[in-house]
């Protein structure tokens, strides 16, 4: 079990040597996340391997307190090496449990900005993939309407 001091220890450590700071360009994904409230923002750039859809790089840029980028800084570590679907599974709630959720129980959307913002990223990564699918499926469907073969 974790004390206060180790949250906090954990959180400075992040926004003062972030991980993955940094734009992948060009990227598979990108999103933009913004915290309304204050005008903080988070960009962040991810690559994907197509075949078992993991994250095999992550990276994150941004503005804003320090709980919301030392929180991306920690995303970008929580989701290296996973795939598209065990991001999606989480929640916010998974990160706020690393940061301390005493700690950041008042500051949720500093905490989950990042990993919200993954979640846009591969979000818009899917829909951009399903409609390369559809695409390709209509293309396939007109050439087998004039009667050509594919496998
Ligand atoms: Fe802006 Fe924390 S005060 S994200």
């Given at each position: 079990m974790s004390s206060r001091q180790d949250y906090i220890d954990f959180i400075l450590d992040h926004y003062e040597n972030?991980?993955?700071r940094g734009r992948l360009d060009p990227a598979d994904a990108t999103a933009k996340g913004g915290n309304?409230?204050?005008?903080d923002i988070v960009v962040i750039s991810l690559n994907i391997d197509?075949?078992?859809?993991?994250?095999t790089e992550a990276r994150f840029e941004g503005e804003g307190c320090t709980i919301s980028q030392a929180a991306a800084s920690a995303a970008t570590e929580m989701i290296a090496g996973k795939t598209i679907d065990e991001i999606l599974e989480m929640s916010g709630d998974d990160l706020v449990e690393i940061l301390g959720r005493d700690l950041v129980s008042g500051r949720i959307r500093c905490a989950t900005l990042g990993i919200h913002t993954v979640r846009a990223a591969l979000r818009k990564y899917q829909a951009a993939r399903r409609m390369d699918q559809i695409e390709a499926d209509r293309v396939v469907d007109q050439g087998r309407e004039l009667g050509l073969e594919f496998e």
């Open positions: 972030p991980r993955n309304p409230g204050c005008g197509p075949e078992t859809r993991v994250i």
